[in-house]
């Protein structure tokens, strides 16, 4: 994948109801700039794939589609294999899963983990509101820009089934000081952060919302008031997406006017990470796992 394909690219994921941000693909450029493809047909691009290799442990694959006019000719299954290739020798790989893929990805030897739910807010957050949650005793909520890198990718890291360095120091950068927000305790270690960013929404809603995600905390007072003040004076859609093996996520979600709207179901292929899944109510994106 070049990066003239790039706009092309999100904007099949923005019509296949993926709801990418403008600049996602960029990021999984930056994790394995080997590991991103597209199919051409006499030369016309006609469907795309990321099978990014985090290294000999882990792997993801997503952005997975072919144009809806090229469909039943095979090119999925050339693309699907040409990831797979390049994924050889990895000891798990991840995916999610539409449910009319499940059997065709059991079939390739993946076993289903657990629901990811979507769940969406249409309405302006607490966070625009007087009623905004405070927050939690003892922590304080500071733009990623003012707390050391290190000290949220340690903690990213042991959230994560391998370190990202790559991909989350992208963000802690980022220029508007209200995207990446970090929790801090009084002895000044890590106990959250969320991220929030633009994202292309399918059909009529094709002006944009927001993704939020990812967002990690030790507790639900933590991740509420994240959500707040990520949110707060961001208009439009807010979309996140959680794992349902957070007993949290649920309830918190509902409290804070969110909705479920799809699911698809997290998938691997050899021994799946072991992770703190009670501290993740939302994933940065279902692409990069």
């Not at 294999?81 to 893929?101: I, K, M, N, P, Q």
């Not at 959250?192 to 995600?213: D, F, H, K, Q, V």
């Not at 959680?242 to 949290?248: D, I, L, T, V, Y």
């Not at 998938?267 to 992770?275: D, E, W």
């Amino acid at each position: 994948m070049r990066p003239a394909d790039l706009p092309q690219v999100t904007e099949w994921a923005r019509r296949e109801g993926f709801c990418p941000g403008p600049c996602d693909v960029d990021d999984y450029r930056d994790t394995d700039s080997d590991g991103l493809w597209v199919g051409c047909l006499n030369g016309e691009p006609v469907g795309c794939i990321v099978g990014v290799r985090y290294d000999d442990q882990y792997g993801f694959i997503g952005l997975f589609l072919v144009r809806p006019e090229h469909r039943g000719h095979g090119y999925g299954v050339a693309l699907w294999e040409r990831a797979l290739a390049h994924l050889e020798g990895v000891a798990c790989v991840g995916l999610e899963a539409a449910d009319a893929r499940l059997v065709d990805y059991t079939g390739w030897g993946f076993t289903a983990a657990g629901a990811t739910l979507r769940w969406r807010r249409d309405t302006a957050g607490r966070g625009d509101r007087a009623a905004a949650a405070p927050e939690p005793q003892g922590i304080t909520l500071l733009p990623a820009a003012a707390v050391p890198k290190d000290v949220v990718q340690d903690y990213d890291a042991r959230h994560e089934a391998t370190p990202r360095p790559l991909f989350l120091g992208r963000w802690l950068g980022e220029p508007d000081s209200g995207a990446v927000l970090v929790a801090l305790d009084a002895e000044g270690c890590c106990r959250g952060y969320g991220r929030i960013r633009p994202c292309l929404l399918p059909g009529s809603e094709a002006t944009g919302g927001w993704r939020l995600g990812p967002l990690i905390a030790d507790s639900s007072p933590i991740a509420q008031a994240l959500i707040d003040q990520l949110t707060a004076h961001r208009h439009g859609p807010v979309l996140i997406d959680a794992p349902e093996a957070n007993p949290r996520s649920r309830p918190l979600l509902r409290s804070a006017g969110f909705s479920v709207v799809s699911h698809t179901m997290r998938m691997y292929r050899g021994g799946p990470p072991q992770l703190p899944l009670q501290d993740l109510y939302g994933l940065a994106c279902l692409e990069l796992g």
